[in-house]
């Protein structure tokens, strides 16, 4: 008899998860670095930037998530996604100057170093610029005010489901 799965995953990092009243706008990847899907980006004067370790953004220049989106970038799930020893750790990316996807209202599967229950917060440490959803000592991470942990962590992919409740810059 066949295995009966008793838990799924909610996709890769960075991975629309519902699509009924996602807000998705295009930016345009402003840092000169690849930017992961699943990263939380900033907004600047040129375009979007992730979280930056040497001066940290506050929420109020938080824009949302940067999105796989599969028919416009060649890399929205390479090998290193599917268990390929050899490529551990890949994600995919928006290359620098890449008009890039960001979901700015929303739920979306993010990778957290600690997963918190229905209705968290969620953080951005200032040490590695990593999610989390503990608040740590105060100063030592940033606030996401206006996202919540939808499902925690579960199932094969290590991602929690977060929503981004409301929109940041408009």
């Not at 991975?15 to 402003?30: C, E, L, P, Q």
Request: charged share 20%; proline share 5%.
């Amino acid at each position: 008899m066949g295995k009966v799965l008793d838990a799924f995953g909610y996709g890769y990092p960075g991975t629309v998860t519902r699509s009924v009243d996602d807000i998705v706008i295009s930016v345009r990847n402003a840092s000169g670095v690849d930017i992961p899907f699943g990263t939380p980006v900033f907004m600047t004067e040129n375009g979007a930037v992730p979280f930056d370790l040497e001066s940290p953004q506050e929420f109020a220049s938080f824009l949302g998530f940067a999105v796989r989106v599969a028919d416009k970038t060649p890399d929205a799930y390479p090998r290193g996604q599917f268990n390929d020893p050899d490529s551990a750790g890949e994600t995919g990316a928006w290359h620098a100057n890449d008009l890039m996807e960001v979901l700015v209202r929303g739920s979306v599967a993010l990778a957290t170093t600690v997963s918190g229950g229905r209705g968290g917060k969620l953080y951005i440490r200032k040490s590695d610029g990593k999610l989390t959803a503990t608040a740590g000592s105060s100063g030592s991470t940033v606030l996401l005010e206006n996202v919540r942990i939808r499902n925690p962590r579960t199932g094969w992919s290590g991602c929690c489901e977060a929503v981004v409740n409301r929109r940041n810059i408009i």
